[in-house]
């Protein structure tokens, strides 16, 4: 009896001390500063979905949470260097909706899965797509735009943040269901497109509101239709693809932290708890609001499900459309 007690005590002994190791690892991370992975260039709206949620983060978890913009072949290039680092939580991506039409497109291209080689954490905001023009299409609906594309078949060009982005799928899917044909003109971000879209060097672009609601306001471009089932509560005054005839066009896109797989549950868990702390403050819905974007907080095995969702639905759309990247 006595040698079973032993037994039973060192076995609870050893339990406790596990558990308090596992804390005690939670507790400890972060010791040291973390690099948050952007795969575009700084100032579009993931970048700012990246710089908002590092700002809550640095101060939530008291090590600084460096934001590093690694643009170039559709996030590619920042996806694969989180898939590669170390799976102890100081290398994470802020990935996008294109992470999951990755696989759609690039299928020999890339060394990653877009869902097994990563940690899903937790979605963080979601803004829908809108259609705007700039000075080079001057005109003032959505009947008009397509009346104009129309007249001109394969002579007006489009902007995205780059072949296989949510843009582009946005776009062909568009173009699909309305018989046009327009020229896809791929940029490295979201800043970038908007910028020459203003200039005169493409004439139209379906953006995230988030990327592009600035420039709207100012009247520097024209938004023509909102993709979302209802209006923009930030742009009342502009109707639903639904409303102006494109019957069953939606496309959101959504803003996520992601970590390498196998990076220890202690710190997934801490780095959830910190996602929706920051997807839950007011302060951040009233920022995000005025940016075009709306708080989402969908954490681990329902964001992961989201993920292998959509890479279904994105390939089987690519297919349809006979979407190839140039």
Same mark, same amino acid.
């Given at each position: 009896?006595?040698?079973?007690?032993s037994?039973?005590?060192?076995?609870?002994?050893?339990?406790?001390?596990?558990?308090?190791?596992?804390?005690?690892?939670?507790?400890a991370?972060?010791?040291?500063?973390?690099?948050?992975?952007?795969?575009?260039?700084a100032?579009?709206?993931?970048?700012?979905?990246?710089?908002?949620?590092?700002?809550?983060?640095s101060?939530a978890?008291?090590?600084?949470?460096?934001?590093?913009?690694?643009?170039?072949?559709?996030?590619?290039l920042?996806?694969?260097?989180?898939?590669?680092?170390?799976?102890?939580?100081?290398?994470?991506?802020l990935?996008?909706?294109?992470?999951?039409?990755?696989?759609?497109?690039?299928s020999?291209?890339?060394?990653?899965?877009?869902?097994?080689?990563?940690?899903?954490?937790?979605?963080?905001?979601?803004?829908?797509?809108?259609?705007?023009?700039?000075?080079?299409?001057?005109?003032?609906?959505?009947?008009?735009?397509?009346?104009?594309v129309?007249?001109e078949?394969?002579?007006?060009?489009?902007?995205?943040?780059?072949?296989?982005?949510?843009?582009?799928?946005?776009?062909?899917?568009?173009?699909?269901?309305?018989?046009?044909?327009?020229?896809?003109?791929?940029?490295?971000?979201a800043a970038?497109?908007?910028?020459?879209?203003?200039?005169?060097?493409?004439?139209?672009s379906? $953006?995230? +509101?988030?990327? *592009?609601? %600035?420039?709207?306001?100012? &009247?520097?471009?024209?938004?023509? #239709?909102? /993709?979302?089932?209802?209006?923009? $509560?930030? +742009?009342?005054? *502009?109707? %639903?693809?639904?409303?102006? &005839?494109?019957?069953?066009?939606? #496309?959101d /896109?959504?803003?996520?932290?992601? $970590?390498?797989?196998?990076?220890?549950?202690?710190?997934?868990?801490?780095?959830?708890?910190?996602?929706?702390?920051f /997807?839950?403050?007011?302060?951040?819905?009233?920022?995000?609001?005025?940016?075009?974007?709306?708080?989402?907080n969908?954490?681990?095995?329902?964001?992961? /499900?989201?993920?292998?969702?959509?890479?279904r639905?994105?390939?089987?759309?690519a297919?349809?459309?006979?979407?190839k990247?140039?």
């Amino acid at each position: 009896m006595k040698r079973s007690e032993s037994i039973r005590c060192a076995v609870t002994a050893f339990g406790l001390m596990g558990g308090m190791a596992a804390q005690v690892h939670a507790q400890a991370w972060p010791a040291k500063p973390v690099r948050l992975l952007v795969g575009f260039s700084a100032g579009g709206p993931t970048d700012v979905v990246a710089r908002a949620f590092a700002d809550h983060a640095s101060r939530a978890l008291g090590q600084p949470f460096i934001v590093d913009n690694k643009p170039g072949a559709n996030t590619i290039l920042a996806a694969e260097a989180v898939a590669s680092a170390p799976a102890d939580g100081y290398t994470l991506l802020l990935g996008a909706t294109n992470h999951t039409m990755i696989p759609a497109l690039y299928s020999r291209r890339v060394k990653f899965d877009a869902v097994r080689s990563f940690a899903p954490v937790c979605s963080l905001a979601v803004s829908p797509t809108v259609l705007v023009v700039g000075p080079s299409m001057p005109v003032t609906t959505f009947g008009a735009f397509l009346q104009a594309v129309k007249a001109e078949p394969g002579k007006r060009a489009y902007a995205t943040p780059g072949s296989g982005s949510s843009g582009h799928f946005a776009s062909a899917h568009f173009t699909q269901l309305t018989g046009t044909s327009m020229n896809h003109i791929p940029y490295k971000g979201a800043a970038q497109a908007t910028t020459d879209l203003m200039g005169g060097q493409v004439d139209s672009s379906f $953006a995230t +509101l988030g990327s *592009v609601l %600035t420039q709207v306001q100012s &009247g520097k471009l024209k938004a023509l #239709a909102v /993709a979302a089932p209802k209006r923009s $509560a930030l +742009l009342p005054n *502009v109707p %639903t693809f639904e409303e102006v &005839g494109v019957k069953g066009y939606t #496309a959101d /896109a959504w803003y996520g932290l992601l $970590a390498p797989v196998k990076t220890p549950p202690e710190v997934l868990a801490v780095l959830r708890r910190a996602a929706t702390e920051f /997807a839950q403050a007011p302060a951040t819905r009233e920022k995000l609001r005025s940016l075009g974007m709306e708080t989402q907080n969908s954490c681990g095995d329902a964001f992961g /499900a989201q993920l292998t969702r959509e890479v279904r639905l994105y390939g089987e759309l690519a297919r349809s459309l006979d979407l190839k990247t140039e």
